[in-house]
């Protein structure tokens, strides 16, 4: 860009000399509210001016002398010293016109470097031993006589964009001042530091057409764009003053003038930002960006004023696309016409926009239609959501779909151009031609998919795709309240920001990092626990204690609940609160907070208690839970269909109850209120949450419960034998030994039915469904009353689940378990049973045992299973078994069909 010239002279037919001193500067700094580096710069910096004639007749133009000047951005310093000031011009014998002698000295600075931070533009002017005679008839007195040592002036614009301030100063000490050889009176005027515009008064010497004005001074601009000021040490001003012979004498005489200009021109058209009607070139007029800009003039907030940012919401689409301009080599700005003056009327706005101006091809410009698509009072270049379908602008524009959080952009603006980082293409102001290209247009109708409901003309409006489908009813295709308090054009039923300029997540991002995308965690409408923490930005959308991020994206139960939402995500019947290690006292399925009266003190959404960001009751701050994977098979226990390793399955071991008739490990059945419990196991299923928790069964009383403990029952051999699968357990650690699992189910392969979806612990036993369509013809193997667990369809005395697990004949009453049992020599005596298992089915046997038939008992204090095998269970009352009399005990085998 050109620089601009402050002080334009003519140059006139006689020129004599030199006169006094004149000093001009000019710089440009790009302006925002970031600390944004000075990028343009010029400055120039000359004597003194004298432009006097006589009808036309005499005439005298000195130019600018003593001239200083210098370019930015590269800082400078440069100045003239001791020019010689002699000018004399006039008619010989009859006029002096003018008679001027001294020296001058002249300076301009600049540290406009092109680097962040406040530059400082200076310039001065200086003239020493001023004598000068203005209009001196032969015989006669100068009509003006001017006498000085020192004349001094000062001026100097300092700042960076949005702030800028200037100082001038003038000297004159010393200074005499005769009018037709009379002398003024000037003991009124502080000649060290005169007062600004000050006019002289000539009394009665006054003569019509003559002015004297010291320290003339003027500012144009703003603190906001920037600031030019211009003084003039000393300015005679003649206008048709009568000379007697003479009457015709017209100019100015100028004495020390220096000025400084500093500001903001970010698009380059050579106007300073405020007084250029288009400060960013983007077509749309400053006053109009202006009047539409929320309060504080940045409507995004990213620190750059709306009439200075190329894109004024930060969502991608530059702005002079929004208001429907034309920007073919994708700069950012809009288009001129192309007729060789892009702006004839210097008004910063570009010809093709400017109803003033003339284009290319004759007419006027046309003002750009600033178009609001949804009608909902946001203009499309400050609406996030131009046609209000619940898709941000960003989304639907195609140029970021992983990056922005609420629909704007907010990764930083290092030009301060006002366009993000994440999509501009220039290091500088302006966007890099196609950078960003052209808002994306799916169906090639010219409408881009921001400001249509239909995007790819397939017949189904946009919004069908959406968490906000709901939101229209009259189909139109966008959400039907449009009320907007915020004025960020997403209506406040689908702004999860209200208050903020932002708040329609991008379905493709993450907003809380926790792995799981804003669409499936719902947008910003979901609130899984009801803690009041959305679950886009909650770390513990379900409550249990288990961060989001352990619990990922999956669904492992495929139960349509996803782990994260789900509090019991493998549906083995055990809550993960407690699979996960922590603590839930009142059996809800969710952590318990500390007791502290504030559960969430950094609204993360993860409990006090686990979160180490948050102060816990009795001092400290919260442990996040340790989340076992007991089996060491990288499965986590709440992800892991057989925590142990043992083959048998959690929900079996966990002895709660979970309806598993496919035998695969996982539970099945209703879950209305979707909280991830199936109905046998959920104690609260009108409500998310349980009602009486989960408490796995812990036969041996060790602490350690059966789904986590390879001999659960604490005697004769691990739990993997007992399942008829100790081949696996070359080690005899109780666990699998090739732990292998592609599912990633917690099932190891060489026991897994299903490898490839999750679940299948049944490995080859025949289920109880099994056996009875084998054991019952039609219609019998469908009637519970004969084919049912608890049938006893034989009148033996054994139930079918007895006969099942025990492989007997469930139709023939000769056909019956048998239970062998015997006294226990000593002096204690006692009493053994043995029972024979089928190993072929799938069931379990535990061993229980009491002294009066009411209550009855498990672990070492009770019972000892001194044989434990596939098939063979022998086992034996313990003395120290409680309650009834000493000499009495008795003992049952119960079983478990999953």
């Not at 000093?23 to 700094?29: E, H, P, Y």
């Not at 539409?292 to 940045?298: M, V």
């Not at 019952?776 to 009148?795: L, M, V």
């Not at 120290?880 to 069909?897: H, T």
Request: hydrophobic share 30%; aromatic share 4%; glycine share 16%.
């Amino acid at each position: 860009m050109n620089s601009k010239e402050i002080s334009p002279v003519r140059r006139l037919a006689s020129y004599s000399s030199r006169s006094a001193c004149l000093v001009s500067l000019f710089a440009w700094q790009v302006a925002s509210g970031a600390d944004v580096p000075v990028s343009k710069g010029s400055s120039s910096g000359t004597g003194a001016s004298i432009n006097l004639s006589i009808a036309s007749l005499i005439t005298t133009n000195t130019g600018n002398l003593g001239q200083s000047s210098g370019t930015a951005p590269a800082p400078y310093s440069v100045s003239k010293s001791a020019v010689p000031l002699n000018v004399n011009t006039g008619v010989p014998l009859v006029l002096d016109l003018v008679g001027a002698n001294g020296a001058i000295n002249s300076s301009a600075s600049s540290n406009v470097d092109g680097s962040p931070g406040s530059k400082t533009t200076a310039a001065t002017a200086q003239v020493v031993n001023l004598s000068l005679d203005v209009a001196q008839l032969l015989g006669g007195q100068p009509l003006v006589s001017v006498g000085a040592p020192t004349v001094t002036t000062n001026v100097s614009v300092a700042g960076q964009g949005g702030s800028f301030t200037s100082n001038s100063s003038v000297s004159l000490t010393g200074l005499t001042l005769k009018v037709l050889g009379a002398s003024i009176d000037l003991s009124g005027i502080n000649l060290s530091n005169v007062p600004p515009n000050t006019g002289v008064n000539l009394g009665a010497n006054a003569v019509a057409g003559l002015a004297i004005i010291l320290n003339e001074t003027q500012t144009t601009g703003n603190a906001a764009g920037g600031l030019t000021t211009t003084t003039n040490a000393i300015r005679i001003k003649l206008n048709a003053v009568n000379l007697g012979l003479i009457n015709v004498l017209n100019g100015d005489v100028i004495i020390g003038h220096a000025d400084a200009a500093e500001g903001s021109d970010p698009d380059g058209d050579g106007i300073f930002s405020g007084t250029d009607g288009d400060s960013d070139g983007d077509g749309i007029p400053d006053a109009v960006e202006i009047a539409n800009a929320a309060a504080g003039g940045d409507t995004d907030g990213d620190g750059v004023a709306d009439y200075l940012d190329l894109d004024s919401d930060n969502d991608g689409i530059n702005d002079v696309i929004e208001a429907g301009g034309k920007d073919a080599n994708g700069d950012g700005r809009q288009d001129a016409s192309g007729d060789g003056n892009p702006d004839e009327d210097g008004d910063g706005i570009v010809d093709s926009v400017d109803p003033n101006d003339l284009i290319t091809g004759g007419g006027h410009g046309v003002a750009l239609t600033v178009p609001d698509t949804d009608g909902d009072g946001a203009k499309n270049y400050l609406d996030l959501d131009s046609d209000n379908d619940g898709i941000s602008d960003v989304v639907e524009s195609g140029v970021g779909l992983n990056t922005d959080t609420n629909g704007v952009f907010h990764t930083g603006d290092t030009d301060g151009d006002g366009i993000d980082n994440a999509v501009d293409g220039l290091a500088g102001y302006g966007d890099a031609p196609g950078s960003s290209g052209a808002p994306l247009d799916t169906d090639n109708d010219g409408i881009p998919n921001a400001y249509e409901v239909d995007s790819d003309n397939n017949g189904t409006k946009d919004i069908a795709g959406t968490p906000y489908a709901s939101l229209d009813g009259n189909g139109d295709g966008r959400i039907d309240n449009g009320a907007d308090t915020d004025h960020d054009g997403v209506p406040n039923v689908a702004d999860v920001q209200p208050g903020v300029f932002g708040g329609l997540p991008n379905p493709a991002g993450d907003n809380d990092g926790d792995g799981i995308s804003n669409g499936a965690e719902g947008s910003g409408l979901v609130d899984t626990d009801g803690d009041g923490v959305a679950d886009i930005a909650d770390g513990d959308s379900d409550g249990d204690g288990i961060p989001d991020l352990a619990e990922g994206p999956g669904d492992l139960d495929r139960d349509g609940v996803p782990n994260a939402r789900d509090l019991d995500s493998d549906n083995d019947g055990i809550n993960d609160v407690i699979e996960g290690g922590g603590k839930d006292t009142d059996g809800n399925g969710l952590q318990d907070p500390s007791g502290d009266g504030n559960a969430d003190e950094d609204h993360d959404g993860i409990v006090d208690s686990v979160d180490s960001n948050d102060a816990v009751a009795g001092g400290g701050t919260g442990v996040a839970l340790t989340l076992p994977d007991t089996d060491g098979d990288g499965a986590k226990n709440f992800l892991d269909l057989d925590s142990d390793n043992d083959t048998i399955s959690d929900l079996v071991e966990s002895g709660l109850g979970a309806v598993d008739s496919n035998n695969d490990g996982i539970g099945e059945g209703a879950d209305t209120d979707q909280d991830g419990l199936v109905a046998s196991v959920d104690g609260l299923p009108g409500a998310r949450g349980d009602a009486n928790g989960s408490t796995p069964i812990d036969t041996d009383g060790d602490g350690i419960p059966n789904y986590i403990d390879p001999n659960s029952d604490n005697t004769g051999s691990p739990d993997i034998v007992g399942a008829g699968n100790g081949a696996l357990d070359a080690n005899h650690d109780g666990k699998v030994d090739n732990a292998t699992d592609s599912d990633g189910d917690g099932i190891p392969d060489v026991a897994d039915n299903d490898d490839i979806n999750s679940g299948g612990l049944g490995f080859n036993l025949k289920t109880y469904a099994q056996w009875v369509n084998e054991q019952f013809s039609s219609p019998a193997n469908t009637n519970p009353a004969i084919s049912g667990q608890e049938a006893d369809p034989d009148g033996d005395g054994f139930t079918n689940a007895e006969e099942f697990a025990f492989g007997t004949d469930p139709e023939d009453n000769r056909s019956f378990p048998k239970v062998m049992t015997s006294g226990i020599p000593g002096a204690m005596g006692g009493v053994q049973a043995t029972v024979t298992k089928d190993p072929t089915a799938y069931a379990f046997v535990t061993v229980e045992g009491s002294r009066d038939l009411v209550i009855w008992l498990t672990g070492p204090g009770a019972i000892s299973v001194g044989t434990d095998q596939p098939a063979l269970f022998s086992a034996q009352i313990n003395n120290a078994l409680p309650g009834g009399e000493k000499m009495r005990g008795f003992i049952r085998f119960r079983v478990i069909i999953p």
